[in-house]
């Protein structure tokens, strides 16, 4: 059984809402009270790292939790038509985004990391100083929102407010 097979299979056999809670969803639609960047990495589920469920909050992902021109207007979006006024930007331990800028790769998501982190070789400061920097980003783009920057330590679970 090929990857797609497994996942379909296991997405029918345990759905991970039950059914109250996709019809309210789907009848009511979403009023999340948070929109957040994060990491595409997998081990970066927020909805897992904040114990909420799927609605709770609007989630943004790209490698890097970078802010590029669709990560905006999806920002754009949950401010405008959610009306969304808290913002997180998550990042994360052991992040690969932030190891290959350190590495000197390029592409356009490194080179956007890397005109926020500097000098800097080390990469745990490296992720800080990348979430520090979107987190202002998003606050010059968006002046009445609440910007809250986070770090997730993938190997203790624990969360740290920059």
Known sequence: MNIIEKLLNQASQYPSLNQEKRID???NGQHPEVALLC????????EDIFNVQIGDI???RT?????GESEEASFGYAYHHLHIKEF???GHTRC???SSTLNGEHCCIFDQIASHIGQTKDPTHASILNVL????EL???????NVTPLLYDIETGSLKRL
């Open 88 to 90: 997180i930007v998550l």
């Open 133 to 136: 920097g979107v987190a202002k």
């Open 63 to 67: 490698a890097g939790n970078t802010l």
């Open 25 to 27: 969803l789907a009848k």
């Open 58 to 60: 609007f989630v943004i």
């Open 39 to 46: 990491c595409s990495d997998s081990r970066v589920i927020p």
């Open 96 to 98: 690969g985004a932030i």
């Open 139 to 145: 606050r010059q783009k968006f002046v009445d929102v």
